[in-house]
């Protein structure tokens, strides 16, 4: 007779390297968005500064710090983050960091910690046009149909939600 309830074997898992991204928004006197932003894993510890200004959602400081990295010339990169200053948070805004701060001049990392950076900026962001503030509660707390009407200009075909046919 065949046994029903044979328990399942777990495989043995060993951790080998784990990666954190860590960022933190805050809103400054002068009411731009800073965000703070580090990626730290066995072998880097990269800091990013932006600030925004969320009237125009543009970029008007970045600074990046290498820590920690695993070669000499890395901190070089650093300087990279410069080149962000200007950008706006909007469509194109990948291709354009990856054109300013990755390739074979930059840094993957420093590129990878800068789209999740700005990622999360635009979440931040969204409502700020109507009025609600920076990651605001009141916005937050809407109805689901109301925050969708307002959030799907800015995020049209970025997920599933906000596809259009």
């Given amino acids: 007779m065949e046994e029903t309830n044979k328990k399942e074997r777990i495989p043995v898992k060993r951790l080998v390297s784990k990666r954190d991204i860590g960022i933190e928004a805050f809103e400054l006197e002068n009411g731009h ?29 970045a600074k990046s710090e290498f820590a920690s990295h695993p070669h000499a010339a890395c901190p070089f990169v650093a300087q990279k983050a410069a080149h962000l ?45 109507e009025g609600f503030g920076l990651m605001s509660r009141d916005f937050n707390i809407l109805d689901e149909h109301k925050r969708l009407e307002l959030s799907k200009p800015v995020l049209k075909n970025t997920c599933y939600i906000y596809k259009e046919e």
């Fill in 85 to 129: 200053i200007g950008l706006r948070i909007e469509r194109g805004i990948t291709r354009a960091v990856s054109q300013r701060i990755g390739g074979q001049e930059g840094c993957v990392h420093l590129r990878e910690l800068t789209l999740e950076t700005i990622n999360f900026a635009a979440t931040t962001l969204i409502g700020f046009d």
């Fill in 33 to 61: 968005l800073m965000l703070e932003a580090t990626l730290l894993d066995p072998y880097h510890l990269i800091r990013l500064n932006i600030h925004i200004d969320p009237k125009t959602k543009t970029i008007v400081h």
